[in-house]
Structure formats: structure tokens, C-alpha cells
């Protein structure tokens, strides 16, 4: 894909983590934010943008800033949870063996 995107002159407008080796992504950050969003999607039960054509969708995610909203009426725990595995920064993302904990006592 990148020597496609590199002999098309496209190279500079493709994301720079579509750059890097597979080794050096955070894949558990991204698997944190699709928990998080999992959540997100169970406590609204709808789905995310679903007014936005995909295409439309990821560029104003990631050109624009888009994000899910977390709604009122969800519980504070939740929607603390929800902000954790949502967070900007992928660094700061839980990893998973973190929020078991936190869903236990959420349960109780």
C-alpha cells in the first residue's frame, strides 16, 4: 500500500502511523478504543455517526476531531470508564488486565 500511495505522488497524505512498522503501533490502545466505543454503542444502543457515509465518517475523525459524545443518564462510572478507554492520547489508554478490576466493581 505504501509503494502504491509513494509511485501515485500521494506519500505526504497518508497518516504518518500508516508509516511506521507494525511493531511500533499500539495495537492494545486501539483495541482500548474500540472497548471504548463497544461501550459507548451498548449504553446508547445505536450506532456511532450512523447519519455519516463511512468515508464521510473517518475523515471527520480524523481531519476534524469528531468523537462520540458520552449522553447524560449515564452512570458516573461508566462514563468514567468510557473517558479512560476513549482518552486522545493512546499512551494514557488502560490496558485491559487495568479495567478487569474496575468492571468487577462495577458489578457489585
Do not use: H
Request: hydrophobic share 40%; with cysteine; charged share 20%.
Amino acid at each position: 500500500l505504501l509503494q502504491f500511495f509513494y509511485k501515485c505522488g500521494l506519500i505526504n497524505c497518508i497518516n504518518s502511523a500508516l508509516q511506521r512498522d507494525p511493531e511500533d503501533l499500539n495495537i492494545r490502545a486501539a483495541d482500548m478504543w474500540s472497548f471504548g466505543i463497544m461501550l459507548w454503542e451498548l449504553n446508547t444502543r445505536e450506532v456511532p455517526f450512523s447519519d455519516l457515509q463511512p468515508m464521510e465518517c473517518g475523515m471527520k475523525i480524523a481531519l476534524e476531531g469528531l468523537r462520540v459524545q458520552i449522553p447524560p443518564g449515564i452512570s458516573r462510572n461508566m462514563s468514567r470508564l468510557m473517558n479512560i478507554c476513549l482518552n486522545e492520547d493512546p499512551g494514557r489508554r488502560p490496558n485491559f488486565d487495568q479495567i478487569i478490576p474496575i468492571l468487577e466493581k462495577m458489578s457489585q
